[in-house]
């Protein structure tokens, strides 16, 4: 017996049709798909790039005003350091500092850069308060002695009392 070839019958045809534009429409929208997900990657590829550029712009701008911002408080610390030492000319250092509310020993440093940047000797001290403490001597001026006796301190003093007893002895003084 011979083999027969299949019909194909007009449903057949027709089935295959529809098969075929199916697969036809499916594949035009994944490329479509695929088209749009690359111009996704691709804006935001661009949004990286933008947003690099824009920082960089950023940190560039910031950098040019701190260094702006830097020439003014120069100037402006100059200033308020040549009044400080005006200021020393006329009165004594605590006073200066009780008057502008800073410490003596800010208003020592404050002087200290003007006389450096003039380089001229430090402003008269009007003997309102001790020397700053240095590692060779105690805020009096007077030499460190490492026996604590009572000469190495006023009133009897010694380096190593508390801070209380310092301050009883500077309340008695003032009576």
């Given amino acids: 017996m011979a083999q027969r070839s299949p019909r194909k019958s007009a449903r057949e ?4 049709e529809r098969v075929r534009a199916r697969r036809a429409a499916h594949w035009e929208r994944e490329r479509r798909l695929e088209d749009l997900a690359t111009d996704y990657e691709l804006a935001a590829q661009e949004i990286e790039n933008v947003t690099a550029a824009a920082d960089e712009k950023i940190a ?5 005003l701190h260094s702006q911002a830097s020439a003014a408080k120069e100037e402006l610390r100059g200033r308020q350091a040549r009044s400080v030492d005006q200021m020393l000319q006329l009165d004594g250092i605590r006073s200066v500092g009780d008057r502008l509310g800073e410490s003596v020993e800010t208003v020592r440093k404050i002087a ?11 402003a008269p001290d ?8 240095g590692a060779y001597g105690t805020p009096t001026g007077q030499p460190v002695t490492t026996s604590g006796t009572a000469a190495s301190a006023p009133h009897g003093q010694t380096s190593s009392e508390p801070a209380k007893e310092r301050a009883a002895w500077t309340r008695e003084e003032k009576r």
Avoid: L, N
């Fill in 60 to 64: 560039a701008y910031a950098a040019r």
């Fill in 112 to 122: 200290a850069v003007e006389s450096a940047r003039t380089g001229e000797a430090s």
């Fill in 13 to 16: 045809v027709d089935a295959r």
């Fill in 126 to 133: 009007h003997g309102s308060a001790p020397p700053p403490a």
